[in-house]
């Protein structure tokens, strides 16, 4: 979930739904798939979490990344109602930052391979992301692994696709979508093997990449945050707005891995 500079060298191929995959920009990006052309709902397997309220197996999040990260995890800045869990971000001083963000994830460490979706509305606003995502490890070392599904609040229309094996960046894709993240609900996720990730939109394949993947297991995690001055060029600047809120209705994954 950091620096959008791509680290070339994971020695994987990628591929759009319209085909060859090329560095992402906006006027090269791949239309998404139509959510009036969805499929049927598939069955869930494995672990669901409808955000009915607080979980044992879930936990927010209360510390501070640092690095282009301009706010403070604080537990109050999740909450949940009518089946729907709030990321807030407030504009309130914490430490150094203007802001405190909402930030869950799962306590277990213990997920591998399978499909991962959630039922999301993102948050709109220049220098904002909206995330959902699975990590392990320290970033930037060996140990760091991530599957990245990224909405940046600068264009909501659009979608980011992302990965890291081994502290090393993949090449990432900017998938276009038919519709405003920021205004409704859509279905977002990925499937993971140990030599591809595929990744959907409201049920179809937008994107797909194969060679090395990242290795299990990782946490679940979901988050809203506000880049840095450093980060501004890449998010669309540097969000001064009073608050704002992403929503997620569901998270659907394999089962945990048994210790």
Known sequence: MNNI???????????GIFGC????EKKDAVKGPDPTERPAPVKPTGETNDFNGPS????PANWENGSVFNCAWRPGNVSFSNGIMSLELKKEQAKRYPYTSGEYRSQKEQYGYGRYETRMKAASGNGLV??????????????HHEIDIEIFGKNPRQVQFNYFVG????KKAVIDLPFDASLEFHDYGFEWTDKSIEWF?????????EGEAPYPACKIMMNLWPGTKDAAEWLGGVYDGDGTTAQYDWVRSPAAIEE
């Open 5 to 15: 500079d791509t680290l070339i060298g994971i020695g994987s191929s990628a591929t």
């Open 21 to 24: 995959f090329r560095e992402p």
């Open 56 to 59: 044992d197996d879930w936990e």
């Open 130 to 143: 909206t995330s959902f995502f699975v990590y392990s490890g320290t970033h930037g070392h060996l140990s």
């Open 167 to 170: 502290g090393k960046e993949g």
């Open 201 to 209: 939109v409201d049920g179809k394949s937008a994107y797909k990449m």
